[in-house]
Each structure stands twice: as C-alpha cells, then as structure tokens.
C-alpha cells in the first residue's frame, strides 16, 4: 500500500497522542456491576450509566432467554419489511402508557439506539422549512441529527431560557423545534424544561427533550424528567434510551400519535435499518415492569441516598464540583494530562472512573465524570470519597512544595 493513503492517518493519530487526546477501550470481563473484572484486574467501577442497576439483572436476564426462545435471536428484516415483532409492539404500547399522564394522544416508537432516535427524529420533523433551536451543549447525536435535517439551526447558550427567548421571537420559520438533553450528560445539571415549554407554548414550537439520563431515574414512578417537573402538552416530544438505566439496550420516541406516524413514513434512520433482535423488547418489557414497580422505587430511593450522601461527605480544595442532583457527578480537573493521571492513579488503586476530555467538553475543563448506581453500597461510596480526598490532597501538597 501506498505510504500516501497511510501517513496522513497516522499523522492525525500522533497528534491526538501528543495531545492526550488518544482514547483506549478496556474489555470487561464480567457483567455490568460496580465491582468487575477489567483486563485481568478487579476494580471498583464509577462509570456506567446503569443508574438502576438493572444491566445483569436476574428477572431481565431471564426474560432475554425467554425471548430468545420464542423469538430467536435475529429480526431478519427491517420493521416495514418483517422485522416488526408482537413483542416491539407490546413495548411499544406499555411505554407509551406509561409516558400518558405527560403527553397528550401519546403514542412511542422503538429504535435500536439512542443515537439513532435522534438522527430519526431531527431529520423527519426537519427540512428546510424548520428552525431548531438548540442548547449549547446537546448530546453528539442532536448535534449531528441536525445537520442530517438540512433544517436552519440556531444555538442557544447553555440554560439561556431568554436568549432562546429573543431566536423563537425572531424566527419566521414554518415549523419551530427546540431540542434540548433533559439531564446534561457531561455535567449532570437539568435543563429548565418548565420554563423551556412555557416558551414552546407562548411561540407554537416543538419542545424534543432528550432524556436519556432520566428515563427510570428521575420521577417517583421513573418516568423521567416530565414526571420530575410535572409537565404535560401535546407539544412535548420525549425520547428515551433503553440501554442506560433501562439496563438492556436501544431507545423509544413518545409523542402525539402524528409525530409518530411521521417517523414511520418518513425517517430514514427507522426506515433503512434491521429492526433490533424481538428479545430485547421481551427483556425490556421486564425491565420496565420492575422500573414502573415496588422495586423499581426502592432503586430510586437508593440512588438519591447515594447522591445526597456524596454531595454532604466530599470536600474538595483545588478539583471544582458541579452541582448536580443526578447520578452524574462531575469532577473538573482541568488539563488533559491532569485529568488522565488522576484518571490513572485511581486506577492504580482499585477505581474505574473515566476522565472524559475534549471534544466531549470544553477544552480546559477535562474532568472525572463520577456516576453512581443503585447497585452500589454505601462503603463502595465511602471508599471513593476517601481516595478522593488523599488523591487531591496528595495533588495540592506537590504543587505547593
Ligand atoms: C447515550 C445518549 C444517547 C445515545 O443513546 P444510545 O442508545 O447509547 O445510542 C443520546 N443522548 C444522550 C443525551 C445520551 O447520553
């Protein structure tokens, strides 16, 4: 091969490692759970969004054989063609019964990820003929779903409800949609969807919020960031992932049953790709039982002592906290470097905690992203508030000698 095809590649690998930018997958061992095994080493993981702990849940790996054997394990086809299943249906009906105290005429459509809800969703409800309105710092895959829509895009600065404000006085365009995360991923704040609406509603738009950090965590009854903020319209669109606290795998859209009915006729993304296997809409049926039930609330509960606990016991002098009331629980350290060998003394010790760089965040602003889980116990949370304090004070009394 020619050495032109290949240099400009590496070039750009070099860089990146100059940088530290380079980014390393590690290959877990064992299921998703706080104490795994990674590499050959046991560690005890901050890291995933398996909020519930429902990701090697007994019942919901139970209930993926189960579908396995009634279902098999491929669709085989696209849903328009032969991929649609009873078992997509039935989820389908169950969440959209359980968004129904929040939305109006509801009806939910499943996906095989998140992120391709989204690219569906932009690029169906979008055109030229459309404004989006867009937080500052939305998910990579709303970012990238709006250039897929060819849709006229406007950024609002992070929360900014009154700069959004002034763009949704000024814009002449047909149709207007705001999009914004419910819970930001890399910051674990929520966005002010009351005031959010109330603007939906004052200027005729669209208000897509994208929660997937709050879909089974946030509410009493796990049905995120509306049932957290008590909203209902007809004009709230809700897009919910299923491989975060759901504990299994891909995404749902709730909406008035016309919004529906456009992504099936019209968005690509849903269109032209295999309908995801009918045993994880079996297992994600059990999953959202539990999620919907007695134990789902008693997770939650967990969840928020775990929260609050962190919030009250962990005091730091140099590293900045973010306020934040979800799982979520940035720790900003700064540079790269800084935030890797942090990220990698921890680890030396037992820990699994990914320093999260840019462009995932801003430069400068490279950080521990903490995320605490029902399946921790209160010691696993004590042994990382007290690593933290003798990792930070360690840090502090280098720099001053
Ligand atoms: C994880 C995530 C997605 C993508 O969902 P996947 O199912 O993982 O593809 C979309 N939006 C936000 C805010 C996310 O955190």
Redesign the pocket.
Known sequence: MSTALLQPLQHRLAALEVDGLRRQRRSTETPCAPHVRVDGRALLAFCS?DYLGLASHPQIVAALQEGAALYGVGSGASHLISGHSVAHALLEERLADFLLPHLVAPRALT????????LALLSALGGVQTELFCEAL?????IDGARLSRSRVSIYPHGDVAALEVLLKASTAATRLVVT?????MDGDLAPLPALLALCERYEAWLLV????GFGVLGEGGRGAFEHFALRSSQLIY?G????AAGV???FVAAHEAVIETLVQRARPYIYTTASPPALAHALLASLAIIGGAEGRQRRAHLSHLIAKFDAKLMLQQWRRLPSLTPIQPIIIGSNQAALDVAATLGAQGFWIPAIRPPTVPAGSARLRVTLSASHTIEDLHCLIDALHALEARETSEAES
């Not at 996906?111 to 989204?118: E, K, P, R």
């Not at 992932?241 to 975060?244: R, S």
């Open positions: 969004n996906f095989s990820t998140g992120y391709m809800a989204n939305n998910h990579a895959s709303l995360d419910s819970v930001f991923s994208d929660d997937a950090h897009m992932t299923l491989g975060k795998a891909g995404a």
